[in-house]
């Protein structure tokens, strides 16, 4: 019994930490812990809410080219870079998938500032180092000046367009400048600084990228190197050694820019430009709407199955509602610090996983009973009711775990986000079971058990038997 009550004190524990952090009031710790002025801890955590729930942004992104001049392939791609681009603004459960040949549709719960969200995820952020052999005069001038590129040049007549860019030409050889390298050569970019002012980015390079870049570099000791993101030339550093693995970009940064300028690189530019074709707000109105039924729904049906726990298996029935309860708990305060997005497929999920607790738990009473109509006694009734319902409480949890498994990976691909808000939810409440079936209701039973030992052994029916 020992070991019991040192569960109960560490279930309790758990269960009202686990109470104060699911309250909507709780947003987290702050704590001064020197006394000098300083959050030394400093722990936030807030329910994330999906658009369905808590409104949003939606984009409708379109194609700036002919739909002969680009494939649906090349249109899916910029679809995923636009979905790496959003996962890695830390926007929660985003929503991207094509529309029609053309078009790219974008939904953004929570954002707090869509002009920021849309620029990121639109601009095509075509990284070019190109050729300026010569040109250390003339650097300064041409810095934050359009340039008209080789790489330009071929988009150009890629997309069908026989216009010539806007730019400024190679003063040498009045012709295009040479594109050494894009940004497809990149295999990592980052934002840091030395100051606090002044941003620089930080690049390594794809084994592709360093065929090019180190012979280009090792040979050009001593000349300028443009930089160019978007045609526009933001830097033209001297090559001071050869480059295999990487560099520095300069370009008088602050830390916004610098950071969304490296989240475009890692993300990789989009094969094709896009335009903003029109921009909703959705508002939280059918959300809330949502929430609070589904709160009514799932009260609901946590009252029924504690009710018939009660009176169908009396005293085991009332150590698993406890236990039923520890488990809800849990769930809530995993949902709200990892955090997990919730939205209505979501919630569904966290509700089929209670009905997941109750089915281990009913396992469990029913070979108990067995166990004590073969006239065992009680104590060797319940270690048998456990240790012989374990087996399949485990497989029938982990088999609907691979099950979610596999949906939260079919859920990655753009467009279908929202499934694996479902599987994700699941998952945890079913590994949330193992642990509340076996453990807690266990010595919640025990401890019952030998309180009312007397009451018990002289009364069968308050065991279900």
Same mark, same amino acid.
């Given at each position: 019994?020992?070991?019991?009550?040192?569960?109960?004190?560490?279930?309790?524990?758990?269960?009202?930490?686990?109470?104060?952090?699911?309250?909507?009031?709780?947003?987290?710790?702050?704590?001064?812990?020197?006394?000098?002025?300083?959050?030394?801890?400093?722990?936030?955590?807030?329910?994330?809410?999906?658009?369905?729930?808590?409104?949003?942004?939606?984009?409708?992104?379109?194609?700036?080219?002919?739909?002969?001049?680009?494939?649906?392939?090349?249109?899916?791609?910029?679809?995923?870079?636009?979905?790496?681009?959003?996962?890695?603004?830390?926007?929660?459960?985003?929503?991207?998938?094509?529309?029609?040949?053309?078009?790219?549709?974008?939904?953004?719960?929570?954002?707090?500032?869509?002009?920021?969200?849309?620029?990121?995820?639109?601009?095509?952020?075509?990284?070019?180092?190109?050729?300026?052999?010569?040109?250390?005069?003339?650097?300064?001038?041409?810095?934050?000046?359009?340039?008209?590129?080789?790489?330009?040049? =071929?988009?150009?007549?890629?997309?069908?367009?026989?216009?010539?860019?806007?730019?400024?030409?190679?003063?040498?050889?009045?012709?295009?400048?040479?594109?050494?390298?894009?940004?497809?050569?990149?295999?990592?970019?980052? @934002? =840091?600084?030395?100051?606090?002012?002044?941003?620089?980015?930080?690049?390594?390079?794809?084994?592709?990228?360093?065929?090019?870049?180190?012979?280009?570099?090792?040979?050009?000791?001593?000349?300028?190197?443009?930089?160019?993101?978007?045609?526009?030339?933001?830097?033209?550093?001297?090559?001071?050694?050869?480059?295999?693995?990487?560099?520095?970009?300069?370009?008088?940064?602050?830390?916004?820019?610098?950071?969304?300028?490296?989240?475009?690189?890692?993300?990789?530019?989009?094969?094709?430009?896009?335009?903003?074709?029109?921009?909703?707000?959705?508002?939280?109105?059918?959300?809330?709407?949502?929430?609070?039924?589904?709160?009514?729904?799932?009260?609901?049906?946590?009252?029924?199955?504690?009710?018939?726990?009660?009176?169908?298996?009396?005293?085991?029935?009332?150590a698993a509602s406890l236990a039923l309860l520890v488990f809800i708990l849990l769930n809530l305060a995993i949902f709200k610090?990892?955090?997990?997005?919730?939205?209505?497929?979501?919630?569904?999920?966290?509700?089929?996983?209670?009905?997941?607790?109750?089915?281990?738990?009913?396992?469990?009473?029913?070979?108990?009973?067995?166990?004590?109509?073969?006239?065992?006694?009680?104590?060797?009734? +319940?270690?048998?009711?456990?240790?012989?319902?374990?087996?399949?409480?485990?497989?029938?949890?982990?088999?609907?775990?691979i099950i979610c498994a596999i949906l939260f990976l079919f859920g990655l691909t753009p467009g279908a986000s929202i499934v694996?808000?479902?599987?994700?939810?699941?998952?945890?409440?079913?590994?949330?079971?193992?642990?509340? @079936?076996?453990?807690?209701?266990?010595?919640?039973?025990?401890? +019952?058990?030998?309180?009312?030992?007397?009451?018990?052994?002289?009364?069968?029916?308050?065991?279900?038997?």
């Amino acid at each position: 019994m020992n070991v019991h009550w040192r569960w109960f004190i560490i279930i309790v524990v758990l269960a009202m930490g686990s109470l104060w952090v699911s309250l909507p009031d709780t947003t987290g710790i702050e704590w001064d812990i020197n006394n000098d002025g300083r959050q030394d801890v400093d722990w936030n955590i807030q329910q994330s809410l999906g658009l369905d729930l808590v409104g949003g942004l939606r984009v409708l992104l379109e194609a700036e080219l002919p739909t002969d001049a680009f494939t649906l392939e090349e249109l899916q791609q910029a679809a995923n870079n636009v979905a790496r681009r959003v996962n890695s603004l830390g926007i929660s459960e985003p929503t991207v998938q094509l529309q029609g040949t053309s078009r790219i549709l974008v939904e953004l719960p929570g954002i707090d500032n869509p002009q920021e969200a849309i620029n990121t995820i639109q601009q095509t952020a075509l990284l070019e180092f190109i050729e300026m052999d010569g040109l250390h005069s003339q650097v300064d001038a041409l810095i934050n000046q359009r340039v008209l590129t080789t790489e330009q040049m =071929l988009f150009q007549q890629r997309s069908g367009d026989g216009t010539r860019p806007d730019g400024t030409v190679n003063p040498i050889t009045g012709q295009p400048f040479t594109t050494v390298m894009t940004g497809a050569g990149l295999q990592a970019a980052s @934002a =840091l600084t030395d100051t606090g002012i002044d941003y620089y980015i930080r690049f390594e390079l794809t084994g592709a990228g360093a065929e090019v870049f180190g012979p280009f570099t090792g040979a050009h000791i001593g000349q300028p190197l443009g930089i160019v993101l978007d045609g526009v030339l933001i830097s033209a550093p001297v090559i001071q050694a050869r480059l295999d693995t990487g560099g520095v970009i300069e370009g008088d940064f602050d830390q916004e820019e610098a950071q969304r300028f490296a989240l475009q690189l890692r993300s990789g530019a989009l094969p094709i430009p896009l335009r903003v074709a029109s921009t909703e707000t959705v508002g939280a109105t059918l959300g809330q709407e949502s929430v609070t039924l589904s709160i009514r729904a799932g009260i609901i049906g946590v009252f029924i199955v504690l009710t018939f726990m009660i009176v169908y298996y009396r005293i085991p029935g009332a150590a698993a509602s406890l236990a039923l309860l520890v488990f809800i708990l849990l769930n809530l305060a995993i949902f709200k610090i990892i955090p997990i997005t919730l939205t209505l497929p979501g919630i569904t999920g966290f509700l089929i996983s209670i009905g997941t607790a109750v089915d281990g738990n009913i396992l469990i009473f029913e070979r108990m009973k067995e166990e004590l109509r073969a006239q065992r006694p009680l104590d060797e009734a +319940l270690i048998a009711g456990f240790d012989r319902a374990w087996h399949s409480i485990r497989d029938s949890n982990f088999s609907t775990i691979i099950i979610c498994a596999i949906l939260f990976l079919f859920g990655l691909t753009p467009g279908a986000s929202i499934v694996s808000g479902f599987a994700v939810t699941l998952a945890i409440g079913l590994v949330l079971n193992l642990f509340t @079936a076996v453990i807690v209701t266990r010595t919640f039973l025990h401890i +019952l058990v030998a309180l009312l030992r007397q009451p018990l052994n002289e009364r069968g029916w308050l065991l279900g038997v």
